[in-house]
């Protein structure tokens, strides 16, 4: 059994920088694809970024392009989500998951997710 939990959310000004971190225990990260997720109130769940265990390949929402960061911090069993330029449209509960198949998995592939951790970014 994998456990997840997110870190990092709180309320932060239009234009400046959070980072999330999604802790592991049961399972190495390293051995899992990680990706993150994030759901606004009264909005379907939506993808924000991936990073696979193969190689290390990252993957981006186009609205978080170019503003985000996915990384490994495998000393630590932890993936970051660097959280930069954030805008109000930011503003959602975010989720890690863990998916232990193969390729860039779908949100439905995922095997385990953590609770959430709440950004809010102001105007």
């Known amino acids: 059994q994998v456990q997840l939990v997110e870190s990092g959310g709180g309320l932060v000004q239009a234009g400046g920088s959070l980072k999330l971190s999604c802790a592991a225990s049961g399972r190495t990260l390293s051995s899992c694809n990680v990706g993150w997720f994030r759901q606004a109130p009264g909005k379907e769940r939506e993808f924000v970024a991936a990073v696979l265990r193969s190689g290390g390949s990252t993957y981006y929402a186009d609205s978080v392009k170019g503003r985000f960061t996915i990384s490994r911090d495998n000393g630590k069993n932890t993936v970051h989500l660097q959280m930069n330029s954030l805008k109000p449209e930011d503003t959602a509960v975010y989720y890690c998951?863990?998916?232990?198949?193969?390729?860039?998995?779908?949100?439905?592939?995922?095997?385990?997710w953590g609770q959430g951790t709440q950004v809010t970014v102001s105007s």
């Open positions: 998951a863990a998916h232990l198949g193969f390729g860039l998995p779908r949100g439905y592939d995922y095997n385990y």
